[in-house]
């Protein structure tokens, strides 16, 4: 099993990544792990996909509604802890800027701002703590492990700016996961332009078969300006009967809905 995951090395894709059993292979972008999961260079792909402090990862969205037709197969939730990586040289009032991917410099800001430092954002974590290895005047956010394999050390821990910071993963593959009993199903779709109270009507067919929405957002369908496609998670397969019900009664109110996946609950084992 190779398991393709947004790297390089030491970044917090790589930690979610390897709860996978399999090869992990790292990709420089997000794009190119869609890519490898479709061309079948890889089985499997592992990209970020929420934060819960700085809220869905766009490029993500974006490349499971509009380009591929990858299924989400597993999500992956991974507590978030942010440290001031520096040069073994440096001390803490050296640093005069801070590299990182541009999530975590949004997810540390009030610790940036009290240290008066610039920032700069850079392709990911790990690139980072690359770019600062023989920089004295230089630090970085990143990984434990970023530090251990560029010779960084830990100028400061737990640096974000709220306690419970979490990242949801998603686990992305050509077939999605066979049903459970505690799963989840996630869809996008397409609202009608010319049917007024349109979302309210959907969710009241979800309401009326009591299914569970866990997350519900727009984002801008690439078509026109005012034109938005809607993410939507729900507990239950779409193989349970009365999910199957359900999108197939949406079908008829709604320019299009496609099924992204049903895939088992995190943390309900």
């Not at 869609?34 to 974006?62: R, Y």
């Not at 996008?188 to 979800?206: A, K, N, T």
Request: with cysteine; aromatic share 8%; proline share 4%.
């Amino acid at each position: 099993m190779k398991i393709g995951y947004f790297g390089p090395a030491g970044t917090f894709t790589e930690e979610a990544a390897s709860q996978r059993e399999g090869e992990l292979v790292p990709y420089s972008t997000i794009p190119e792990v869609f890519e490898a999961v479709h061309s079948g260079e890889v089985d499997q792909g592992v990209v970020p996909i929420e934060n819960s402090i700085e809220g869905s990862v766009g490029v993500t969205l974006d490349l499971l509604a509009h380009q591929y037709l990858l299924k989400i197969k597993g999500e992956i939730i991974l507590p978030i802890s942010h440290n001031l990586l520096i040069n073994p040289d440096a001390e803490l009032e050296d640093i005069e800027v801070v590299y990182s991917h541009y999530q975590p410099l949004s997810q540390c800001r009030l610790f940036l701002e009290k240290m008066g430092v610039r920032t700069q954002a850079t392709r990911s974590t790990a690139a980072a703590a690359g770019m600062i290895k023989d920089n004295k005047w230089a630090g970085a956010i990143g990984t434990r492990r970023a530090a251990q394999l560029y010779g960084l050390k830990i100028a400061a821990e737990d640096i974000q700016d709220h306690e419970n910071n979490m990242t949801r993963f998603v686990v992305i593959e050509q077939e999605d996961h066979a049903p459970t009993g505690k799963d989840k199903t996630s869809v996008v779709l397409c609202l009608s332009q010319d049917r007024p109270g349109g979302l309210y009507q959907i969710l009241g067919e979800f309401a009326g078969e009591d299914i569970n929405l866990t997350k519900i957002e727009s984002r801008p369908s690439k078509e026109k300006l005012g034109s938005y496609i809607f993410f939507v998670d729900m507990e239950g397969h779409h193989k349970d009967l009365k999910i199957m019900k359900v999108i197939n009664r949406v079908r008829s109110k709604v320019g299009y809905i496609k099924i992204l996946g049903s895939y088992p609950q995190e943390g309900d084992d």
